[in-house]
Structure formats: C-alpha cells, structure tokens
T-cell receptor
Framework: KAGVTQTPRYLIKTRGQQVTLSCSPISGHRSVSWYQQTPGQGLQFLFEYFSETQRNKGNFPGRFSGRQFSNSRSEMNVSTLELGDSALYLC?????????????FGPGTRLTVL | TQLLEQSPQFLSIQEGENLTVYCNSSSVFSSLQWYRQEPGEGPVLLVTVVTGGEVKKLKRLTFQFGDARKDSSLHITAAQPGDTGLYLCAGRTGNQFYFGTGTSLTVIP
C-alpha cells in the first residue's frame, strides 16, 4: 500500500508570491490534515479536510487555505508569502480523522521564502 | 504558546544507556500519542495512550500516560543508534492534535 505522497518536496519562492502544495493520501483514507513545522514553533496544526469539507482549522491567518477533492487528494495554498512562512509543511492522512485513527504523515514539502 | 512542553529539548547519550523524555501540559487530553521523526521524513506514530495511568510497552520503549491525562513520559531502555531521531508527543483535545516542542535524541555508538 503506497504511503502519503507530497509534491513538490522542495520549493523556493520569494516574498509576495503564492504557492500551492499537494498531498495524496493513502488509498481509502478520507481525512487529510496539514501541519507546519518550524524549529521555533514545532509542529502546528493548520487545518483538516474530510469528504471535501474543512472540518477543523488551526490558528493561522487567512493567507493559508486549502481544499480537498473528491478523490481525497488535498492542496494547500499560501498567498502573499512572508519570510516567516519558511517551514516544512506536512500532511497526514487517516481513515476518518477519528480520535483513535492513526495519522500517517507524508515526507513533507520544504518551503523556503527568500 | 505551546500546550505541550517536552524535556529535555536535546539529549545525547551513549549506546546502552537508559533515558526518559517528558511531555507536560496544564491541559487535559482525551488521548496522547508519541511519534518519532527522522531527517527528511514525516513523523511516524509509535503509540497511542487513552486512559489515565495507562502504561504501554513496545520492546525497549515504555510509555506512560499520567493519571490526570495531562502528562506523559517515554522511557527507552538500552538505547541503540537506531533510536536516534526527534521524538514528539501529541495530545488530542476536541478534534485537534497539539504537538509538543520535541526532543532530539542522539545515541552515540
């Protein structure tokens, strides 16, 4: 069974640009969550999608948005990039996002904002 | 503000030594998970504990959930170089997981 895949793996952008990251969950998983990981703040929850609907949202500005498609694949978009957006962006999939479901993480997309 | 504080932040030990990593919070969690993350990869789930006072053993790793479900510990016996990595605790409250600050462990052969 293929794991969670994320594309691209590395990305370099400049301030003010926008970026779209993609996540393909494990087959059969309907919940996809996105996290931002930085050395200073650690791993922080961005949002969760289930059946094409955003179900939970973390404490990030509106520049961070996402969506989920009917095949459960998800995209995350960051507009008007800032230097502080440089981070490893991780997505995780689970069967239904339930309390006892296991989250499987992808390898992440390393975003650098210059 | 971090809901979960881990200590120590960095740990470097010799192969064969024992160690304990702590995960503390003032919040109550419905469940708590421990992950290990290696460079260039996403975190991998090690264990989930859901009951206050619960102890789970996974080979040389022992996980404990505090009685009040606010804290947890991870104990590794006879550490091996393969245990090297970033250890993260994550507490669930409501529909969201909150991750700890992380403990970077290096086991020297």
């Amino acid at each position: 069974k293929a794991g969670v895949t994320q594309t691209p793996r590395y990305l370099i952008k400049t301030r003010g640009q926008q970026v779209t990251l993609s996540c393909s969950p494990i087959s059969g998983h309907r919940s996809v969550s996105w996290y931002q990981q930085t050395p200073g703040q650690g791993l922080q929850f961005l949002f969760e999608y289930f059946s094409e609907t955003q179900r939970n949202k973390g404490n990030f500005p509106g520049r961070f948005s996402g969506r989920q498609f009917s095949n459960s694949r998800s995209e995350m978009n960051v507009s008007t990039l800032e230097l502080g957006d440089s981070a490893l962006y991780l997505c995780a999939s689970s069967l239904a996002g339930g309390a006892t479901d296991t989250q499987y993480f992808g390898p992440g997309t390393r975003l650098t904002v210059l | 503000t971090q809901l979960l504080e881990q200590s120590p932040q960095f740990l470097s030990i010799q192969e064969g030594e024992n160690l304990t990593v702590y995960c503390n919070s003032s919040s109550v969690f419905s469940s708590l998970q421990w992950y290990r993350q290696e460079p260039g990869e996403g975190p991998v789930l090690l264990v989930t504990v859901v009951t206050g006072g619960e102890v789970k053993k996974l080979k040389r790793l022992t996980f404990q959930f505090g009685d009040a479900r606010k804290d947890s510990s991870l104990h590794i016996t006879a550490a091996q170089p393969g245990d090297t990595g970033l250890y993260l605790c994550a507490g669930r409250t409501g529909n969201q997981f909150y991750f700890g600050t992380g403990t970077s462990l290096t086991v020297i052969p």
